[in-house]
């Protein structure tokens, strides 16, 4: 089968595509065509590496012990091995395979209780592959913070893939969600049922005297001094991009104050994809695509995504 190896960390010239055996499914396993992935900031920052220190010793010191990269997906089970109940041949699903990685490839093994899920009819392929990453992220991460109807919530970093799910699953929850992103994306977060929207560019959220009960940083850029102004005084505070000077900082916050601190780390489950598709078909989520590639144009798009101003996602097309 085609699939792009990362032959070592640097620029998007290390994504080469090579031929690679097709992978066979194990007990309990389904062999899935993918027929459409997504390039997300993550894959970005594990490429570059970023941090350096960081991914080198969690996923290998010269190169990536993974090479197939990505992680979300939306295809077409081709094959299912023994014991297999949940799924069948021809089903369309999409989903998450989180740090095992594996989708920028035309196939995929994965078992049946991972985070896979049936593709709702409504969406495309292209559609369904992006809705994986951003929306099991922002779901996990607010279910952590206990977001509550009615809760004023601020979601920095609005307009990208975790922040667009992120503003539409707050909404689904009855929350006052303000967004906060660039001037080129505001009637987007709006359209999206954002109640307020803020230009970074000309405004500092922490500076309006508004009060938040969750601020949530969707992409590791927003100052966490500048999000203390603005946290209630028992308020939680989401840093799910968080860096290590972001974590230190956040538990030195959590530490000595009565605030709470949610970061790193939620387990990816077949449930949280079910619920996606749920939201989708009842109206309350809808994919965001920026651009979408060829899988013959991963590099563009990996250079694309690196300028960090993408609003929503961007697709690569398999086949």
């Known amino acids: 089968m085609k699939a792009v190896i990362c032959t070592g960390y640097g620029t998007p010239e290390v994504l080469q595509i090579q031929e690679v055996p097709t992978p066979t499914p194990k007990d309990n396993e389904v062999l899935i065509r993918i027929i459409a992935t997504a390039v997300n900031s993550g894959e970005v920052r594990i490429r570059k590496p970023d941090p350096k220190f960081f991914v080198k010793l ?6 990536p012990k993974y090479p197939i990269l990505g992680v979300v997906f939306s295809g077409e089970i081709v094959q299912v091995w023994k014991d297999v109940t949940k799924f069948k041949v021809g089903d369309q699903v999409f989903g998450n395979t989180d740090m095992t990685f594996g989708t920028y490839a035309e196939y995929r093994c994965m078992k049946e209780d991972d985070a896979l899920a049936i593709k709702p009819e409504s ?25 509550q109807s009615g809760h004023k ?6 307009s ?4 667009t799910a992120a503003v539409q699953i707050a909404k689904s929850l009855w929350a006052h969600v303000t967004g906060v992103c660039s001037t080129a994306n505001v009637d987007m977060v709006k359209s999206l049922g954002a109640d307020e929207v803020i230009d970074y560019t000309k405004e500092n959220f ?3 005297g508004i009060i938040y ?5 969707s992409v590791g850029k927003m100052s966490l001094t500048d999000a203390t102004k603005s946290l209630s005084e028992d308020g939680i505070l989401v840093l799910n991009s968080a860096m290590p000077g972001d974590m230190i900082h956040g538990l030195w916050l959590s530490m000595t104050s009565k605030r709470k601190v949610v970061m790193w780390g939620f387990t990816l489950t077949a449930e949280l994809m079910t619920y996606l598709k749920w939201l989708i078909e009842t109206g309350k989520l809808r994919p965001v695509i920026d651009r979408t590639y060829t899988l013959d144009q991963i590099q563009e798009a990996h250079a694309y995504v690196e300028k960090w101003h993408k609003s929503g996602n961007v697709v690569v097309e398999i086949s």
Do not use: C, Q
Request: aromatic share 10%; net charge negative.
């Open 58 to 63: 969690m996923l290998g010191w010269n190169k």
């Open 213 to 217: 009960d969750i601020i949530m940083d």
């Open 153 to 158: 919530i601020l979601i920095y970093g609005a």
């Open 206 to 208: 922490s500076e309006n």
């Open 160 to 163: 990208g893939a975790v922040g």
């Open 123 to 147: 969406l495309s392929h292209a559609e369904a592959a992006v809705i994986p990453f951003g929306g099991t992220t922002a779901l996990a991460f607010l279910r952590k913070a206990w977001l």
